[in-house]
């Protein structure tokens, strides 16, 4: 039986001060997270292992990150974060691949002003030696970002990306009759057709209204199944940002009642694990 790997978590300690979006706002998830505080998700749903993504700009973070995995069974792989605008970016990533846990890299684009950030020349070095490498590319995109990341693609062709959360289309103002639904939906189409791209589910829930019933996520993960196929889609849950939008349970309930509905046993586990697992490279345990 294929094992189950949630491809998107995060964990964070306040006092390391370089998590500068996490503010006391955000009170449902303005405090430390750490494994023990995921281990009953993780054994709820029967999950194995899980990727553990960056959360704030910083070297300093993903060394974190890379600490907690060496001592952690239950963390696969960390997707980091270096400055892809040093000069000595290329030299920086083929350090960090000694890390054995480390499977890809991911720049906050989300929170850069410049959508065709992604498309400056001095970054072709970095985009280079993360694809000789061997890593994963996480784009951390919106909607806006989408028609950049496809001229990306285009010139690294045989570069590994992820998106993240569907692309984070807006769920909550959108209806299927919207020009935004289908421009996002058929630039993720697009996107789909090249084979070095695949796509996590995770984020969607907070994207969605506060009040979201499993019924509002569906038009938007048919299309991400639909542009991507069983085979390069991937669980994740976000935690614990999902925390903001009713929590792991009841987004994994949501993905599973979908999953139960489209595709078969072989195929779901593929969502549910095996394609984290191919497509991030982690090493068995």
């Given amino acids: 039986m294929t094992e189950r790997i949630d491809a998107h978590q995060h964990y964070w300690r306040l006092d390391r001060g370089d998590y500068h979006w996490l503010t006391p706002a955000l009170t449902a998830i303005y405090s430390d997270f750490g494994p023990a505080d995921?281990?009953?998700?993780?054994?709820?749903?029967?999950?194995?292992?899980?990727?553990?993504?960056?959360?704030?700009?910083?070297?300093?973070?993903?060394?974190?990150?890379?600490?907690?995995?060496?001592?952690?069974?239950?963390?696969?792989?960390?997707?980091?974060?270096?400055?892809?605008?040093?000069?000595?970016?290329?030299?920086?990533?083929?350090?960090?691949?000694?890390?054995?846990?480390l499977v890809g890299l991911r720049p906050m684009i989300h929170d850069i002003a410049d959508p065709r950030w992604m498309l400056s020349p001095h970054l072709a070095p970095a985009f280079a030696a993360i694809k000789r490498v061997g890593l994963v590319f996480d784009a951390l995109v919106r909607p806006v970002h989408l028609r950049p990341l496809l001229t990306l693609v285009g010139r690294?062709?045989?570069?590994?990306?992820?998106?993240?959360?569907?692309?984070?289309?807006?769920?909550?103002?959108?209806?299927?009759?919207?020009?935004?639904?289908?421009?996002?939906?058929?630039?993720?189409?697009?996107?789909?057709?090249?084979?070095?791209v695949a796509c996590k589910t995770s984020g969607l829930v907070t994207e969605a209204a506060q009040d979201w019933k499993a019924d509002d996520l569906t038009p938007y993960l048919d299309v991400l199944l639909d542009a991507f196929g069983p085979d390069r889609l991937l669980f994740g849950s976000d935690w614990p940002v999902v925390n903001l939008a009713g929590g792991y349970a009841r987004w994994t309930e949501a993905l599973l009642a979908w999953l139960d509905r489209r595709l078969d046993p072989s195929a779901q586990a593929g969502v549910l694990g095996g394609n984290a697992a191919r497509i991030y490279k982690l090493a068995g345990r």
């Fill in 156 to 196: 690294h062709p045989d570069l590994s990306i992820v998106i993240d959360h569907g692309a984070k289309p807006a769920i909550a103002r959108w209806s299927r009759s919207d020009d935004d639904f289908a421009d996002w939906a058929q630039k993720m189409r697009r996107l789909g057709r090249k084979m070095a």
């Fill in 38 to 101: 995921l281990a009953p998700h993780l054994q709820a749903y029967g999950i194995e292992r899980t990727v553990l993504v960056q959360a704030a700009p910083t070297e300093a973070e993903t060394r974190f990150l890379l600490d907690l995995a060496a001592t952690t069974e239950s963390i696969a792989g960390v997707v980091g974060w270096i400055d892809m605008e040093a000069a000595e970016a290329p030299a920086s990533i083929e350090r960090l691949t000694a890390e054995r846990k």
